[in-house]
């Protein structure tokens, strides 16, 4: 036979089946499924109330020797009431330790230099200028290889009047 401990919630008296194994975890809050009620189910309460449950096969005996132990008896099917599940049992988390600051930093502000373009705006505009212009002047020089390799080209050097 199996053995399980009885839980009886003192706010509504449901009655809850829970394993043995369960022992190693209390004492316990638990909660009632059908009520909600909150209460300490400590080892010793569960203890007194240990009652040994009959293994599957033996119940399923002694059903059949009263079925045929009064044959001409129409007895009713025997009605069990539904168990409840078990309420979850859960731990309270632990608090976290919250370090103590050793050293104690103000917050300042840090004022952050501008980056300095280099050497100056006015020097990138005349590079980029002088890039742009040698590019303009290497186009119209080399307008016959340039013509030749792409022939579309030949109509802008026509516009020009380079054709």
Not at 149 to 159: D, E, Q, T, V
Request: aromatic fraction near 4%.
């Amino acid at each position: 036979m199996k053995r399980a401990m009885r839980a009886a919630c003192p706010n509504c008296e449901a009655v809850y089946a829970l394993p043995v194994e369960m022992a190693a975890r209390l004492p316990a809050a638990v909660r009632c499924a059908a009520c909600g009620h909150v209460w300490d189910l400590t080892p010793e309460a569960a203890a007194a109330e240990a009652t040994p449950l009959p293994a599957p096969a033996e119940a399923d005996a002694e059903v059949e020797a009263k079925a045929e132990a009064a044959p001409d008896e129409a007895a009713p099917a025997p009605v069990s009431e539904p168990v409840p599940e078990p309420p979850l049992v859960m731990p309270e988390p632990a608090p976290l330790p919250v370090p103590e600051p050793s050293v104690v930093v103000e917050a300042r502000r840090v004022a952050v230099a501008p980056a300095e373009i280099w050497p100056s705006e006015r020097a990138q505009w005349i590079v980029s200028g002088g890039a742009l212009l040698v590019v303009i002047v290497l186009l119209f020089a080399l307008h016959g290889p340039i013509g030749r390799a792409w022939p579309p080209m030949l109509r802008l050097y026509g516009i020009f009047g380079l054709g």
